[in-house]
């Protein structure tokens, strides 16, 4: 049993898997820092000096200015800035999946036709096609040879 879970775990599909999500969490994490350090602050500014990451509606009568505020204080938040970013992190990350799908797919060689052939001849009179292996024309009946 060990050598064939060895096996199956050596084999190319798996590892590929492997280096996928090593490099699927990775290119996330890139991303995350794009949008919450790099996109979101100049939309945040374009639309009034907003914080998307600090924006959340208190669940409690107790008063917080801040996210991080109310978490020290263990205020029940819904924090529906960090929501947006995330899920604007979730949309860059599909589509440069879908991207690099779309490459790949293009990238992928059709296989060969593999050539035909032929099941048919013209016949020289009438010019219909006629079976390969017949020697009169059923429409003419002139001799094909």
Do not use: W
Request: hydrophobic share 45%; charged share 20%; proline share 8%.
């Amino acid at each position: 049993m060990l050598k064939e879970f060895r096996e199956f775990a050596v084999k190319g599909n798996v590892i590929d898997l492997a280096i996928g999500v090593v490099i699927g969490a990775a290119f996330g994490k890139i991303v995350t820092s794009f949008v919450s350090d790099l996109l979101m602050p100049p939309v945040g500014l374009l639309l009034g000096k907003v914080d998307f990451s600090n924006l959340f509606i208190n669940l409690s009568s107790k008063p917080a200015e801040t996210l991080a505020e109310a978490k020290k204080a263990a205020i029940p938040t819904l924090n529906y800035g960090v929501f947006l970013n995330t899920t604007i992190d979730f949309l860059i990350v599909a589509f440069a999946i879908f991207l690099v799908v779309k490459q790949v797919n293009r990238l992928k060689r059709e296989p060969a036709p593999v050539p035909q052939e032929p099941t048919t001849k013209d016949c020289p009179q009438c010019c219909t096609p006629v079976p390969i292996k017949a020697i009169r024309c059923p429409h003419c009946t002139s001799v094909i040879g």
